[in-house]
């Protein structure tokens, strides 16, 4: 790796840091765990699951997820039913509140954002930004190890 490669590949992880923590600040979570959070954001993308799945996904424990998923539906930010396939298993939705709420805060999130760009950048840093995106997704693409 290249001197200039090391030195942008740690600048970018501060930088990406510091904006998820920006972001992040922009919307209202309340009290809840990240953990919680990442349950009622992957209900909210991929629709109802079972705690197992859940869990194989976050690569937690079912018991922890057990936990996770308990405090959810004690709050009533989502809700249990029998799975059609699977009797015994309980599929797990997002309550239509939890979903506004994840969508209030994404528009937040996105609000802050484009009054920052629009507050900080000139339109020409703009188009910038717009072509450094496109090379950022393609490194986001990059599968998982080690690049290359």
Do not use: Y
Not at 100 to 116: F, M, N, P, V
Request: hydrophobic share 45%.
């Amino acid at each position: 790796m290249t001197d200039t490669a090391t030195a942008l590949a740690a600048d970018l992880h501060e930088v990406l840091g510091q904006l998820r923590r920006r972001l992040r600040a922009q919307a209202d979570t309340g009290d809840l765990t990240a953990s919680q959070l990442h349950v009622l954001r992957r209900l909210d993308l991929e629709g109802p699951a079972t705690a197992t799945t859940l869990a194989r996904a976050a690569g937690v424990r079912p018991q922890s997820m057990g936990a996770t998923v308990g405090v959810l539906l004690a709050a009533g930010l989502v809700t249990g039913a029998p799975d059609p396939e699977d009797g015994r298993q309980t599929l797990l939705s997002i309550t239509p509140a939890s979903r506004k709420w994840l969508k209030d805060g994404r528009a937040a999130k996105q609000d802050w954002l484009l009054h920052a760009l629009q507050d900080q950048l000139s339109p020409r840093e703009q188009q910038e930004l717009a072509r450094a995106i496109v090379l950022l997704r393609r490194v986001a693409a990059q599968p998982a190890g080690r690049a290359g």
